[in-house]
């Protein structure tokens, strides 16, 4: 829709234009892409407040994007993506508070070192620091420790960009329903331009790891889950075997756990992804395969101490789908005792569904961001993989649906930045301030131009209008093959 465009306006996105003629988005994981009508880099809140009152004047609907991790079309639109990366300026620092403000378009990765040269850090973080900040909370990315909230819950303020262009600072205490809806947004009210984060003192982890069965843990699982500030594990499907992670603050010596070329690289990367592609054509060949894994790179004792956010983040390796969904910490180990048992009897089949390692488990204490899947109640975080060897399809549709008919029963809230099947009278039953979001989220943005097809899906009432001037939200998924469920 250019021909929309005044002389002015076409100049101006011109001269913010990071993407040419033809750019197209992809996701880190290539499961979702979308081609955006313009790709613009603003460098100033000035230039953010701009562009939305341009697509709010002409109806053009317009989305930001960070790093693109997230592995469904949270960030997708075939109209206006910004790309927030020049937004990463350090604006204030209160030693004595010990919080730091940041453009919104910093990420983790660059944001570990600002807190690192000021004698702060993050008091959790997830498995990557490839986010951006605001991207990291729109979706309430997580850690774990059963103390410890989401990295939305550590934003004490931020600034918004509502729909109609307005500037709206938010906290605790000033527009507070804003801010507790704002934290944790998927996109929906605004443009994050700026957040506060509350840090404390720079910290070392000691973290060590072991191996355990699954069965110990789950009977013991009120014990362990206390053992340390930060515990987390993963289970091997087709084993009882499982590497429990645990750590706390310390002030030992630096021993940091180096990686083994031959061990780590070459067998658990290379060598993993070109079996796993082998094993689209010989499915049968996983159970081994995990076993395989477990017994040659997990089934030890594994010790470090470090910088935090060394001890935090740890390698993802290749592309992958990933479902993630948050059950209050009770029923933990009914879903995955529940999932074993399903497991387990697909392996029996000659035709049955054959799933990868591991199935990540992490706690997350309570929160009061309304749409925190963690809001008003301690949660365990079970996520599920099926990794995509050189971008390759695998079958994977049916695990999740089991997953997610298991983990819905025990109460369970999805994660946002995945891609779900929960829905708009679903979440209203998930979430007590859903009503209170949606309600504002027309407050903010009365002409839909943060909507797109994944807002329109989860978020907004059916058949509810959206007056922008095209839908502007096209997204399409990469993995189109029909491989064998």
Same mark, same amino acid.
């Given at each position: 829709?250019?021909?929309?465009?005044?002389?002015?306006?076409?100049a101006?996105?011109?001269?913010?234009?990071?993407?040419?003629?033809?750019?197209?988005?992809?996701?880190?994981?290539?499961?979702?892409?979308?081609?955006?009508l313009?790709?613009?880099?603003?460098?100033?809140?000035?230039?953010?407040?701009?562009?939305?009152?341009?697509?709010?004047?002409?109806g053009?609907?317009?989305?930001?994007?960070?790093?693109?991790? /997230?592995?469904?079309?949270?960030?997708?639109?075939?109209?206006? %993506?910004?790309?927030?990366?020049?937004?990463?300026?350090?604006?204030?620092?209160d030693?004595?508070?010990?919080?730091?403000?940041?453009?919104?378009?910093?990420?983790?990765?660059?944001?570990?070192?600002?807190? =690192?040269q000021r004698? %702060?850090?993050l008091? /959790?973080?997830?498995?990557?620091?490839?986010? /951006?900040?605001?991207? #990291?909370?729109?979706?309430?990315t997580?850690?774990?420790?059963?103390?410890f909230?989401?990295?939305?819950?550590?934003?004490?303020?931020?600034?918004?960009?509502?729909?109609?262009? +307005?500037?709206?600072?938010?906290?605790?205490?000033?527009?507070?329903?804003?801010?507790?809806?704002? +934290?944790?947004?998927?996109?929906?009210?605004?443009?994050?331009? &700026?957040?506060?984060?509350?840090c404390?003192?720079?910290?070392?982890?000691?973290? *060590?790891?072991?191996?355990d069965?699954?069965?110990?843990?789950? @009977?013991?699982?009120d =014990?362990?889950?206390?053992?340390a500030e930060?515990?987390?594990?993963?289970?091997?499907?087709?084993?009882?075997?499982?590497? $429990?992670?645990? #750590?706390n603050?310390?002030?030992?010596?630096? &021993?940091?756990?180096? =990686?083994?070329?031959?061990?780590?690289?070459?067998?658990?990367?290379?060598?993993?992804?070109?079996?796993?592609?082998?094993?689209?054509?010989?499915? @049968?060949?996983i159970?081994r395969?995990?076993r395989?894994h477990?017994?040659?790179?997990?089934n030890?004792?594994?010790?470090?101490? @470090?910088?935090?956010?060394?001890?935090?983040?740890?390698?993802?390796?290749?592309? &992958?789908? $990933?479902?993630?969904?948050?059950?209050?910490? =009770?029923?933990?180990?009914?879903?995955?005792r529940?999932?074993?048992?399903?497991?387990?009897?697909?392996?029996?089949?000659? @035709?049955?569904?054959? $799933?990868?390692?591991p199935?990540?488990?992490?706690?997350?204490?309570?929160?009061?961001?309304?749409?925190?899947?963690?809001?008003?109640?301690?949660v365990?975080?079970?996520?599920v993989? %099926?990794?995509?060897?050189?971008?390759?399809?695998?079958?994977y549709?049916?695990?999740?649906r089991?997953?997610?008919?298991?983990?819905?029963?025990?109460?369970?809230r999805?994660?946002?930045?995945?891609?779900?099947? %929960?829905?708009?009278?679903?979440?209203?039953?998930?979430?007590?301030?859903?009503d209170?979001? *949606?309600?504002?989220?027309?407050?903010?943005?009365p002409?839909?131009i943060f909507v797109?097809?994944?807002? +329109?899906?989860?978020?907004?009432?059916?058949?509810?209008?959206?007056?922008?001037?095209?839908?502007g939200?096209?997204?399409?998924?990469?993995?189109?093959?029909?491989p064998?469920?």
């Amino acid at each position: 829709m250019p021909h929309l465009l005044s002389e002015s306006e076409r100049a101006f996105f011109e001269r913010i234009r990071c993407g040419g003629k033809g750019f197209e988005f992809k996701n880190w994981a290539n499961t979702f892409h979308c081609k955006p009508l313009y790709y613009l880099a603003p460098e100033t809140e000035c230039e953010v407040i701009e562009l939305v009152r341009i697509a709010a004047r002409h109806g053009l609907p317009l989305k930001p994007v960070g790093s693109g991790h /997230s592995p469904s079309d949270l960030a997708c639109t075939d109209s206006i %993506m910004l790309n927030m990366d020049k937004m990463n300026r350090i604006l204030a620092h209160d030693p004595y508070a010990c919080t730091l403000t940041v453009e919104a378009g910093v990420r983790l990765h660059q944001l570990n070192s600002m807190l =690192e040269q000021r004698g %702060m850090a993050l008091s /959790s973080l997830g498995s990557i620091s490839d986010q /951006s900040i605001a991207g #990291a909370i729109a979706t309430a990315t997580h850690g774990t420790g059963m103390a410890f909230g989401d990295l939305s819950s550590t934003i004490t303020h931020l600034v918004i960009i509502d729909g109609t262009g +307005r500037r709206r600072k938010c906290g605790a205490t000033e527009d507070p329903d804003l801010f507790d809806a704002a +934290r944790c947004s998927i996109g929906a009210l605004g443009i994050i331009t &700026q957040v506060t984060i509350q840090c404390e003192p720079a910290f070392k982890l000691h973290a *060590v790891q072991t191996p355990d069965t699954l069965d110990h843990v789950l @009977d013991s699982l009120d =014990e362990i889950v206390f053992s340390a500030e930060h515990v987390r594990f993963w289970w091997f499907p087709y084993t009882d075997n499982v590497a $429990v992670w645990r #750590a706390n603050r310390t002030t030992q010596p630096k &021993q940091p756990h180096p =990686e083994s070329f031959l061990r780590d690289r070459l067998y658990g990367y290379y060598y993993y992804q070109l079996q796993l592609l082998k094993a689209r054509l010989t499915p @049968d060949d996983i159970p081994r395969i995990t076993r395989e894994h477990f017994a040659r790179r997990f089934n030890r004792r594994i010790e470090t101490v @470090d910088d935090s956010y060394k001890v935090f983040n740890f390698d993802c390796l290749f592309p &992958q789908y $990933v479902n993630e969904w948050a059950v209050p910490w =009770e029923n933990a180990a009914d879903v995955l005792r529940q999932l074993r048992i399903w497991i387990n009897a697909e392996e029996q089949k000659p @035709d049955g569904v054959r $799933v990868h390692f591991p199935v990540e488990v992490r706690f997350v204490n309570k929160s009061d961001v309304w749409l925190s899947p963690a809001y008003g109640q301690i949660v365990c975080y079970i996520g599920v993989i %099926m990794y995509r060897p050189y971008h390759r399809a695998v079958p994977y549709k049916k695990y999740w649906r089991v997953y997610e008919d298991i983990v819905r029963t025990q109460g369970g809230r999805p994660h946002w930045a995945k891609a779900h099947k %929960m829905y708009y009278y679903d979440l209203r039953k998930a979430y007590p301030k859903f009503d209170d979001f *949606v309600k504002l989220r027309g407050e903010c943005d009365p002409n839909g131009i943060f909507v797109n097809d994944y807002i +329109r899906r989860h978020i907004l009432p059916p058949n509810e209008p959206i007056l922008t001037a095209g839908s502007g939200s096209g997204s399409r998924s990469l993995t189109c093959e029909k491989p064998r469920l």
